[in-house]
């Protein structure tokens, strides 16, 4: 049986058999004529396809190879946009993803170079600074509460002993809360590695469910919610040794009620804390408790006397000067509100000043009134009316205006960020 040898060539016009042909077969009989020009052509666009697309997937099929081997006008084939400066803007797009991923790998983790050496040595300054602090912010970043839930495994009611997952890490002395009735026990011995003694007996029969943690408040993050009588037990807290008397300050929502107690490292008996006093700012209540460790780490147990809920707790030094430069910015709100005061919770405040423009660049001062603590807590948060006593403001104008805020020691902060104020009724 003959076939057709078929040639990778694109054969123009496809010949049209004449009735006068005569019939003939063979490599070059008439009748095998227009089988092999489109044999011909088949080669063609199957060389074409097969260059499409290299091994590794890229485009490589150009308009001059249709254009030239197909016999198709390349007027036909033209693109809006070149195949090269797709290419040239895919390029660039993952040139621009791969720098974003540098960036991004630079500020996160254990090898994070910027973010993370700005965060280690924040987290450094507070502790070793020349005032130590310690916060909770709850997020695991910034918290007093250590990251221990030990799952219940058996527990009999009136035993002093208790089966858990693991002690690995406990110490004898930590002291935990069943989060199963919110009693407090303490370790008092580790008897084997799933076994611990505790102070007291239990009151309570558990079998693989219950769990001793550190706190019974519901902590989600950037806050925390607590039932009334349910506590929270800090880690050991270490501020600056040099220091007698450390201060706890909770910042929560107001009307709601607390009890603390602290017990110095390696001291069973826990004491009351002495509350210092209680203040209103920014629309959230700030209590203040004081403790005497004589520079020891201690331990905080915070219990609240009411449902509560707490923005966040922060311990420092008891110092009664203010240190140079810790006057939070203020931030400017709409018409003359302004909210955050305070040098890292302990400042007394001394005064507010406004500067008032007709350009956003306060190029063009137009009014400076200063008001001192003689106005008192009471009205430091809300400048409307006295602002508006100083100043006549014309409708339908538009004001630019800074607020910034001292103590009463005379450290200023820094400006805030410009706000705008427009008057659309009576002044």
């Given at each position: 049986m003959g076939v057709l040898k078929e040639k990778l060539e694109w054969t123009a016009p496809i010949y049209s058999i004449?009735?006068?042909?005569?019939?003939?077969?063979?490599?070059?009989?008439?009748?095998?004529?227009?089988?092999?020009?489109?044999?011909?052509?088949?080669q063609v666009l199957r060389a074409l396809l097969s260059a499409q697309h290299s091994p590794e997937g890229a485009h490589v099929l150009t308009q001059d190879d249709v254009a030239e081997d197909a016999g198709i006008a390349e007027s036909k084939l033209a693109l809006?946009?070149?195949?090269?400066?797709?290419?040239?803007?895919?390029?660039?797009?993952?040139?621009?993803?791969?720098?974003?991923?540098?960036?991004?790998?630079?500020?996160?983790?254990?090898?994070?170079?910027?973010?993370?050496?700005?965060?280690q040595a924040l987290l450094l300054s507070w502790e070793f600074g020349a005032q130590g602090y310690a916060f909770d912010l709850f997020n695991k970043a910034f918290s007093l509460l250590p990251e221990v839930s030990l799952p219940v495994l058996e527990?009999?009611?009136?035993?002093?002993?208790?089966?858990?997952?693991?002690?690995?890490?406990?110490?004898?002395?930590?002291?935990?809360?069943?989060?199963?009735?919110?009693?407090?026990?303490?370790?008092?011995?580790?008897?084997?590695?799933?076994r611990m003694l505790l102070d007291r007996e239990l009151d309570v029969d558990l079998k693989n469910s219950g769990r001793f943690v550190k706190t019974t408040w519901a902590v989600s993050e950037g806050s925390a919610h607590a039932d009334a009588g349910t506590v929270y037990i800090t880690e050991p807290v270490h501020v600056e040794a040099t220091r007698d008397k450390s201060r706890l300050f909770i910042c929560h929502a107001?009307?709601?009620?607390?009890?603390?107690?602290?017990?110095?490292?390696?001291?069973?008996?826990?004491?009351?804390?002495?509350?210092?006093?209680?203040?209103?700012?920014?629309?959230?209540?700030?209590?203040?408790?004081?403790?005497?460790?004589?520079?020891?780490?201690?331990?905080?147990?915070?219990?609240?006397?009411?449902?509560?809920?707490?923005d966040h707790l922060c311990v420092m030094p008891a110092a009664s000067d203010v240190q140079l430069g810790m006057v939070r910015v203020p931030e400017a709100r709409g018409d003359f509100a302004i909210t955050r005061f305070g040098a890292l919770y302990d400042a007394k405040y001394g005064g507010t000043e406004f500067r008032i423009a007709s350009d956003p660049d306060m190029a063009h001062i137009l009014a400076n009134p200063v008001?001192?603590?003689?106005?008192?807590?009471?009205?430091?948060w809300d400048f409307n009316s006295l602002v508006h006593k100083q100043y006549t403001f014309e409708l339908g104008t538009t004001y630019y205006w800074q607020v910034r805020q001292c103590t009463v020691e005379g450290e200023w902060s820094e400006w805030s960020l410009v706000s705008v104020y427009t008057p659309s009724g009576a002044n």
């Open positions: 004449e009735r006068t042909d005569p019939l003939m077969g063979g490599e070059l009989g008439v009748n095998n004529r227009q089988a092999q020009q489109l044999a011909n052509r088949t809006s946009t070149s195949t090269g400066s797709i290419y040239a803007r895919v390029e660039a797009a993952l040139g621009s993803v791969n720098a974003l991923m540098g960036l991004i790998n630079n500020s996160q983790g254990a090898e994070g170079t910027p973010f993370n050496a700005i965060y527990t009999i009611a009136g035993d002093d002993s208790v089966d858990v997952e693991s002690t690995e890490g406990i110490e004898v002395g930590d002291v935990f809360l069943l989060d199963a009735n919110g009693a407090m026990y303490t370790v008092a011995a580790i008897l084997t590695e799933n107001t009307g709601n009620l607390f009890t603390v107690d602290y017990r110095i490292e390696e001291d069973s008996e826990w004491r009351p804390a002495g509350y210092v006093r209680s203040e209103l700012a920014e629309g959230l209540a700030y209590t203040v408790y004081e403790v005497s460790t004589n520079g020891a780490p201690f331990e905080l147990r915070i219990t609240a006397a009411t449902s509560a809920d707490i008001f001192s603590e003689s106005f008192g807590n009471a009205t430091v």
